[in-house]
């Protein structure tokens, strides 16, 4: 099990899941406007501690063309592991939108 820790709440998640659904699932106020495919980066995360030391080749794709590679993670691309503190930069709640966006699948596009 994951121990994720974000906006004040603490909460275990089976490892391997996508860090986007284990936070929405857990009450976590994050969009997620693409539906997890790594376009649109409105689900970005920066970690205080438990950050994955590898990306995926979508996320490091697109943190890369937009120059932000070290700026912020894209949580739809992160898979739950160990101990992970994490900040929500872009919420729901102060964007204007109806809802944040499609839910991802629970795998990550392997594509």
Do not use: W
Not at 27 to 46: E, F, M, P, Q, S
């Amino acid at each position: 099990m994951a121990t994720i820790i974000a906006d004040g709440k603490q909460f275990e998640v089976t490892d391997g899941t996508r860090l986007v659904n284990a936070l929405e699932d857990n009450g976590i106020d994050i969009l997620h406007r693409c539906g997890g495919n790594a376009r649109c980066t409105t689900c970005r995360v920066t970690f205080n501690s438990g950050e994955p030391q590898s990306y995926h080749p979508r996320e490091k794709a697109k943190l890369e063309s937009n120059d932000n590679l070290g700026k912020f993670r894209l949580s739809c691309h992160i898979l739950c592991e160990g101990t992970m503190d994490v900040n929500v930069i872009n919420h729901l709640s102060t964007s204007g939108l109806p809802d944040p966006g499609s839910r991802p699948a629970d795998e990550i596009p392997t594509d």
